[in-house]
Each structure stands twice: as C-alpha cells, then as structure tokens.
C-alpha cells in the first residue's frame, strides 16, 4: 500500500517536503522516535512553580528536560545546547555562536515578551524557529508602570507634596499588549489616555478602550504629562527618545520606561533634564549612564536596581508555562503561529 507521509528532512521538521516512504519504514521511524530534549537556559532562573509547570507539559509529551541555571560563562550555555531540540530562556542571549553550537536545535522560544537577546538573522539561518511569549507578562509590567508613576509623583515615597495621577494627561507611546493594559488601568484612575502606534491601523482598538489616537509621536509627548513607552527595540526605535521629545513635553511631565534602555538617546535626556529642572525619568531598566543621570536629576531620576516588570509569580508562571506549550505544540503540530524570524 502506497502511504504519503510527512517525513522530517531536514532541520525544521515542519517543511512542506513531502516523500513517500514504505509503510514498514514508518512504523520503524515511530519505533525508534527520538526523544525530545529541551533544554531551559536561565541566567537568572525562574521562579520554582515556573520550573514545575514547565516539567510537566514537555512529561506528559513525553520529552527530556535539561535545567541550566545561573551560568556564569558562556561557555556552559555552547555545551548544554549541544544535542538539545528545544531551548526555553529568559533575558539569555542566544547569539550566532550558540546557535551553531547547537546542531540539533530547531526551536527556540523567549520566555517573554522582547526578542532582541536572540539573533534572529543566524537563527533563519540555520532554520531553527524563534518564537516570544506575547501577552503572558504585560499586566506586570502594566502595574509597575502605573506604581512608577505615583512613585514619581509622590517624591519617591519621601516626605513633601506630591500630587494625583486623576486628571492628568499619559501618553501610551505603542498600543501593544503592554500598552493597552497601561491604557486601561490609567483610564480607571481617572486619567485622560491617549496613544500612538502606526501599526495598529484599526481605530476601533483605540475606540474600545476610550483612549484617543494621535497621529504623531510629537502631538503625543507636547501633550502628556505622563509618557508610557513600550515601543520595541528595533532599528528604527533605538535612540529615537531624546532631546526634542522630552523638551517638547509640558511642565512637570514624567516618562516613564518600561520598554528598553536602548530606545533611549541617552545624551539627549541628560541635556533635557539638566535644561528641564521639572522632567522626570523613571526607568526598570538602568541607563548606561544612571550615575550621571542621578547627579543630574536627583529625585527627579530612579531606575529599579533590576529589571523587574515581568517579575511577578504570576508572569513568571505564565511565560514559562506559555513557552513549554508553544514548543510541544510546534514540534508535535508544526504551529509556528507565535515565531518571530518568519
Ligand atoms: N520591563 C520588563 O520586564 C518588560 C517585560 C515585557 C516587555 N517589555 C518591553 O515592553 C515593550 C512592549 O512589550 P509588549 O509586550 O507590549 O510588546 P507588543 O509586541 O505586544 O507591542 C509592541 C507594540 O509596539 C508597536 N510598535 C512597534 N514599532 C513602533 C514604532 N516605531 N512606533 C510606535 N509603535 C511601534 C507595535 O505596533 C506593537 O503594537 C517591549 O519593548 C518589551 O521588550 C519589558
């Protein structure tokens, strides 16, 4: 009996080849069936709950699993993903040299939501798909952009008057998962909401939330006492927040970062908060030059000590369990609908 079968031939196992093979060598194919390994690599590892849910999506597929926490050099990371199929990391960078190192490897998913810690272009490459986990850490960092924004506008918890987030203006600089959830909770603290992301062409998005859609990155910042920054960090955002926008925002006003450090120009904020005695920066992700900035701006400044937004036991178990899933879903099904280097 003559049989199609999708057979793997080659590093992604989900190609569209498609090969007649002998029933009789399909059943030894499925007899001696590799099992999966995947490894998860995590500088700064997950949260113990995360670690169980992970283990027990890829038992019940039946896969191999290979914990590598808190490596300290690279070296660790080339040899554990030597003969891995799957790799699940956090804030890890997989570069060009990991991804060569690693012969078997066909998927690699981000525990979170920013990919820039993985090089896209050699992953292609190789073949091997990359995927983020979308959504599953935005309400952490959504809560801690509101939390830096009362931090900020109550002296950093210090004695002096403060003043109230109901009435003011914020700015949602990118109307992504992050973005949205920011909308939402500033909206019920009785803020007036507006944002801008050329991306997201239906108004209808902005419409259901009550937040206004402005058309440009400047009519945002001249307008908002609060700014919110979840852009991503690509080619075309990083270093495109500085000077200009920060001059142009009215007095008193607060940026506050939850994106990435790199979308900063960091010349351009000292200028404009050295010129701007009533600017303020609040950041979870220390700029290169935060001791500078500190002496500038005083309380006017805080960066978390740590990257912290996605670092709730919730998200922390979200991601991780969200990773382990898309990876069996891939490998068994061939779903690549959260990959990123398509
Ligand atoms: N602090 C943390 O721990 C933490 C955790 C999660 C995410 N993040 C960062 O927060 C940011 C947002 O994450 P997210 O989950 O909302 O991402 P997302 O992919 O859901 O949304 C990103 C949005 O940015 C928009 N965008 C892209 N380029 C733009 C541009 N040039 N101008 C305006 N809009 C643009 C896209 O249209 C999209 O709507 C990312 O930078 C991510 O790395 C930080």
């Excluded at 142009?248 to 940026?255: E, N, V, Y």
Aim: aromatic share 8%; charged share 25%; proline share 3%.
């Amino acid at each position: 009996m003559g049989y199609t079968y999708h057979v793997p031939t080659g590093r992604n196992p989900f190609c569209n080849e498609v090969i007649e093979w002998e029933s009789s060598e399909v059943f030894e194919l499925i007899a001696n069936k590799r099992v999966m390994k995947i490894l998860i690599a995590t500088e700064k590892p997950f949260a113990p709950k995360a670690v169980a849910g992970i283990r027990e999506v890829f038992d019940a597929a039946g896969y191999e699993v290979v914990l590598l926490e808190k490596y300290s050099d690279k070296s660790e990371l080339l040899a554990a993903v030597a003969d891995v199929d799957g790799l699940i990391i956090r804030s890890d960078k997989v570069t060009a040299e990991v991804l060569a190192a690693a012969e078997q490897l066909k998927i690699v998913v981000r525990a979170g939501a920013g990919y820039d810690n993985v090089d896209l272009e050699a992953a292609s490459e190789r073949g091997v798909v990359v995927m983020n986990t979308p959504g599953q850490n935005s309400n952490a960092v959504a809560e801690l952009a509101l939390g830096m924004m009362i931090y900020m506008s109550r002296n950093q918890f210090t004695p002096g008057t403060g003043f109230e987030l109901q009435g003011k203006s914020v700015g949602i600089h990118a109307y992504g998962n992050v973005g949205r959830l920011v909308a939402r909770k500033a909206k019920a603290m009785g803020m007036e909401v507006m944002a801008y992301d050329p991306f997201v062409k239906d108004d209808a998005v902005f419409e259901a939330d009550g937040v206004k859609k402005v058309e440009s990155v400047e009519e945002l910042y001249s307008n908002a006492d609060f700014l919110s920054l979840h852009i991503p960090a690509t080619a075309q955002t990083k270093g495109s927040i500085g000077y200009k926008l920060l001059m142009s925002m009215p007095k008193g006003a607060t940026l506050v970062n939850t994106a990435r450090k790199e979308v900063m120009d960091e010349c351009g904020l000292q200028a404009a908060l050295s010129e701007r005695t009533d600017l303020k920066y609040v950041t979870d992700i220390a700029p290169d030059s935060a001791e500078e900035l500190a002496k500038i701006a005083g309380k006017r400044f805080f960066a978390t000590p740590k990257k912290m937004g996605a670092e709730t036991a919730e998200a922390n178990i979200n991601a991780a369990v969200a990773a382990a899933r898309q990876i069996v879903d891939f490998l068994e099904n061939g779903n690549t609908r959260f990959q990123v280097n398509k």
